[in-house]
C-alpha cells in the first residue's frame, strides 16, 4: 500500500511539474521569443526605410509608419524586459523612418499618417480607401 501512495505522490509531483512548465513556456517564453522576433523585423525595417531615394520609396515608407502605428503599438503594455525593448525599437524605428522621410521631402509631418498621405495625393499618388491598413495603394508614384 506505501508503495502505490508513493507512486501516486511521485505521479501528482510531475504532473503539477509538467503543468507548471508548459504554464511557464505559453505565459512567458513564447511571447518573450515572438516580441523579440517582432523587434528584429522593426530593426530591419528602420534600416530598409532609412534611405528614401524617390517617391515610391516614400509611400513604401509610409505605409511601413501606417503598418508600425497600427499593428505594433499594443504588444507594449506587458512591463516586462521584451515589452520595453520592443517598446524602444518601434520608437527607434519610427523615428529613423520619419527623419528619412523628412530628408528626403522637407517636409515634417513626423507619424501623422494623414498628412502624409495628403502630400502624396497632392504628388499624384492614388490612394484606396483605408490604404495603409490593407496595404492597397496604387505605387505608381512618379
Avoid: C
Avoid at 513564447?30 to 516580441?35: A, D, N, V
Avoid at 499594443?74 to 520608437?91: F, N, P, V
Avoid at 484606396?128 to 505608381?140: A, C, E, I, R
Wanted: aromatic share 14%; hydrophobic share 35%.
Amino acid at each position: 500500500m506505501k508503495k502505490y501512495i508513493k507512486i501516486t505522490i511521485l505521479y501528482l509531483v510531475l504532473f503539477v511539474a509538467v503543468f507548471l512548465s508548459v504554464n511557464f513556456v505559453l505565459d512567458y517564453v513564447i511571447p518573450s521569443i515572438h516580441k523579440a522576433g517582432i523587434a528584429s523585423s522593426l530593426k530591419d525595417w528602420g534600416g530598409q526605410y532609412s534611405d528614401i531615394q524617390n517617391e515610391n520609396d516614400v509611400v513604401h515608407a509610409v505605409e511601413m509608419l501606417g503598418y508600425i502605428n497600427n499593428y505594433y503599438s499594443g504588444y507594449e503594455d506587458d512591463g516586462d524586459i521584451y515589452s520595453e525593448r520592443l517598446k524602444k525599437q518601434r520608437t527607434e524605428t519610427l523615428q529613423v523612418i520619419t527623419k528619412a522621410l523628412g530628408d528626403y521631402t522637407g517636409e515634417k509631418f513626423g507619424n501623422d499618417i494623414q498628412k502624409w498621405e495628403d502630400w502624396l495625393r497632392q504628388k499624384g499618388v492614388t490612394l484606396k480607401g483605408d490604404w495603409f491598413k490593407k496595404n492597397q495603394v496604387d505605387s505608381g508614384a512618379k
